[in-house]
């Protein structure tokens, strides 16, 4: 007589398999609830700046583009901006995500980070949408994609004088 434990086992791995493959395929692709969208579609010609020596005035850029991926990632993480500099986020892949610097929408307070003085921000990018935004308060600014902050979805801005 065999036993139907491995057969019982196989089965419900393949629904547990199934199911966590609709929860990842589902995750982000519904609209932020009460946010209007103002994004806009098409392309950035801005360049991209990572800040890995060090974000000085001699470094910094005046305008930057940041992709958001399928990989659940900001292109590049972090970025250099001199003041009144521009930043854009584009929608690289096929996943909805969000660009968010308000501490009130993060699921960890250390995830969102404003300058004193600077506006915090929400905006949702859809596939093939982007955002621009003017900086114009020297500082750290850190944001987040709002469904996939728990899933390490951070970047950061400096801008500098």
Not at 145 to 150: A, D, K, L, V
């Amino acid at each position: 007589m065999t036993s139907l434990f491995p057969r019982a086992n196989s089965l419900a791995l393949g629904v547990l398999a199934a199911t966590a493959a609709v929860l990842v395929a589902a995750c982000g692709t519904g609209p932020i609830p009460g946010q209007s969208a103002t994004t806009t579609t098409g392309t950035s010609s801005s360049s991209s700046s990572g800040a890995s020596g060090g974000c000085t005035a001699a470094t910094a850029q005046t305008a930057v583009t940041v992709d958001t991926t399928n990989s659940l990632k900001y292109a590049p993480a972090s970025v250099c901006l001199k003041v009144g500099g521009t930043v854009t986020w584009k929608n690289i892949g096929n996943v909805f995500h969000t660009t968010t610097d308000e501490a009130s929408l993060a699921a960890s307070a250390a995830d969102a980070a404003l300058p004193s003085g600077a506006t915090g921000w929400n905006h949702a990018l859809n596939p093939g949408a982007s955002f621009s935004l003017k900086l114009t308060v020297a500082g750290t600014y850190k944001y987040f994609c709002i469904p996939h902050e728990s899933l390490g979805m951070l970047g950061q801005i400096t801008v500098v004088s």
